[in-house]
């Protein structure tokens, strides 16, 4: 291996990708993997695409890189136009970072700096869910609920309210009944002191997949409207088309005050996360927020941004994402719907969840120590196929899940052999059914 071993690497004995094209990632020996995983449900229209090469390399050409308190650039001020127009925000002001957790984090800090701006001292409380995933930095890890990654930093954590996952698997409230909840935590806290509200559209990377009620994310946006809390949507994973729709909200009719994207953003092209704001919230702070990076704000992160929107326009591929996803749930709902081990089959668009359980009867989940999504991870990689592994599936703290997340451009017959792969696997480490 060139470089002697000095990466601090992610994996042990991991396969060493050459090239990807489409939804298939190649390895210097020439072995062949299915990207069922779109790595971590982030490319959103392939790899390999050469127009988006294309647009990287002539904006890197014409303008590398300017700060952005000391220049503004076409590109970055056209890609904000473009994902205005897409992007469920009245008024939107687009803040362009380099990931998810950064989108967060901006977010996270705009909610503050809102409230600050408006005589608020006192709204400084973040509400967010039981399994939140909203990234790895601190500020977004405490807002996050995964024993695996908080485990070890919790005395720099701990600052934030939570209210229950939904997860309608295991818990029979409404929409209206979490929303309630919501509204208890806001009041006891006292809403005089809580600044935002953050959740995923569809809960992601620890729960699986997990769809809301119907009547969930209009009535939380009222408890939220009601006490003066800003509602934060995480769409890191959800935006860009994923769940079948441009944002997992747009499923709602719901319009938050923040939204945070990344991943299917730039599809991995360019490390882009971008944080949205709604007009009011942008007027509030504008002359006051002392916030950004180095690489905020980036015009060739922009080139991609808006290379990547265009393919997904010009493919009809938050189309493709409802109509394929559906059909990847279908067959394997066909095929597991009866297995012992699988509590459920779920998911929107193109980003599908499986559990599993020891007890199909009564959800009862295996032992963490079993290691089973860890297996089925590894017996999907044995048969050259990527999912992504979701190993606190339940709660944050136990429960085994995948994600078959592929780029919303996954052809019909890589998304079957992608699920033929998948079935196969789970039956391997799982008691066939
Ligand atoms: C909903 C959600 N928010 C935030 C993040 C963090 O994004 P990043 O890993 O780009 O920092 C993720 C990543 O999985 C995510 O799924």
Excluded at 312 to 331: F, K, M, P, T, Y
Aim: charged content about 20%; overall charge negative; aromatic content about 6%.
């Amino acid at each position: 291996m060139p470089g002697d071993g000095h990466l601090f690497a992610r994996g042990v004995d991991l396969p060493v990708a050459a090239s990807a094209s489409g939804s298939v990632i190649t390895t210097v020996d020439g072995v062949e993997y299915l990207d069922g995983a779109g790595g971590a449900i982030a490319s959103s229209i392939g790899h390999g695409r050469r127009e988006v090469v294309d647009a990287m390399s002539a904006q890197a050409a014409a303008v590398d890189y300017v700060h952005a308190t000391q220049f503004t650039t076409e590109s970055a001020e056209r890609f904000a136009g473009r994902v205005a127009a897409v992007v469920p925000v009245d008024g939107a002001r687009v803040f362009p970072v380099s990931g998810g957790s950064e989108a967060n984090e901006t977010a996270l800090k705009l909610a503050r700096a809102f409230h600050l701006a408006n005589g608020d001292a006192d709204r400084h409380v973040i509400v967010a869910r039981v399994g939140a995933y909203h990234g790895n930095s601190r500020g977004a890890l405490d807002a996050s609920d995964r024993l695996g990654l908080r485990a070890g930093y919790e005395p720099w954590l701990g600052q934030t309210e939570r209210v229950p996952a939904v997860n309608p698997l295991r818990d029979g409230r409404s929409g209206v009944e979490h929303a309630e909840a919501l509204a208890e935590t806001i009041d006891r806290v006292g809403a005089e002191r809580v600044a935002a509200f953050i959740a995923e559209p569809v809960s992601g990377a620890t729960l699986g997949a997990v769809v809301p009620p119907d009547d969930y994310w209009p009535a939380v946006a009222r408890v939220c409207h009601e006490r003066g809390v800003l509602l934060i949507a995480d769409e890191v994973m959800t935006g860009f088309g994923r769940t079948g729709r441009w944002f997992g909200v747009d499923h709602w009719g719901v319009r938050p005050d923040l939204v945070t994207a990344g991943k299917g953003a730039s599809s991995g092209y360019w490390p882009l996360g971008l944080c949205v704001a709604s007009g009011p919230v942008y007027e509030a702070v504008v002359d006051v927020f002392a916030h950004g990076f180095t690489w905020s704000h980036h015009p060739v992160g922009s080139a991609v941004g808006e290379a990547v929107l265009d393919v997904i326009e010009a493919e009809s591929l938050v189309d493709n994402a409802a109509v394929v996803g559906d059909q990847i749930r279908a067959r394997l709902r066909e095929e597991l719907g009866t297995h012992p081990n699988v509590a459920e089959v779920r998911g929107l668009g193109m980003l599908t969840g499986v559990e599993f359980v020891a007890d199909r009867s009564t959800l009862e989940p295996f032992p963490r120590s079993e290691g089973v999504c860890e297996r089925v991870v590894r017996a999907c990689l044995d048969r050259r196929m990527t999912v992504y592994p979701c190993t606190s599936a339940v709660d944050g703290r136990v429960g085994d899940a995948v994600l078959l997340g592929p780029p919303l451009s996954v052809s019909v017959a890589d998304a079957d052999a992608m699920v033929d792969r998948l079935i196969d696997a789970i039956r391997s480490v799982l008691s066939p059914a």
